[in-house]
């Protein structure tokens, strides 16, 4: 059974920092594409940032120079360290593991709510 879990979401004044994690079991962690993604209730879902099995990264231009994603294959972990946070920043942040390859092996974490105000 497939398992993401995030952890290290809560509320911070904006200019704080977060770290979020995702914890996955059930996959063999080390080939997938581990994204995160934000999502407002009612609201589409948007790409957050990942990481490829070779550790190349890509970014929102929203958060670009802001967020760093990275990954423990070895602890079957990805992170996202969240810096300058800022109120338009508050949504669900879910992971999302994808493996390059196969299609249909794609699974989604429950998600963890990141509050930003004063």
């Known amino acids: 059974q497939v398992q993401l879990v995030e952890s290290g979401g809560g509320l911070v004044q904006p200019g704080g920092s977060l770290r979020l994690s995702c914890a996955a079991s059930?996959?063999?962690?080390?080939?997938?594409?581990m994204s995160w993604y934000r999502q407002l209730p009612g609201k589409q879902r948007e790409f957050v940032a990942s990481?490829?099995?070779?550790?190349?990264?890509n970014y929102a231009d929203s958060v670009k120079g802001r967020f760093t994603i990275s990954r423990d294959n070895a602890e079957n972990t990805v992170y996202l360290q969240m810096n300058d946070l800022k109120p338009e920043d508050t949504f669900v942040y879910s992971c999302?593991?994808?493996?390059?390859?196969?299609?249909?092996?794609?699974?989604w974490g429950q998600g963890t709510q990141v509050t930003v105000s004063s």
């Open positions: 990481i490829t099995s070779g550790a190349s990264t």
């Open positions: 999302n593991a994808n493996h390059p390859r196969l299609v249909g092996y794609n699974y």
């Open positions: 059930g996959i063999f962690f080390s080939f997938y594409t």
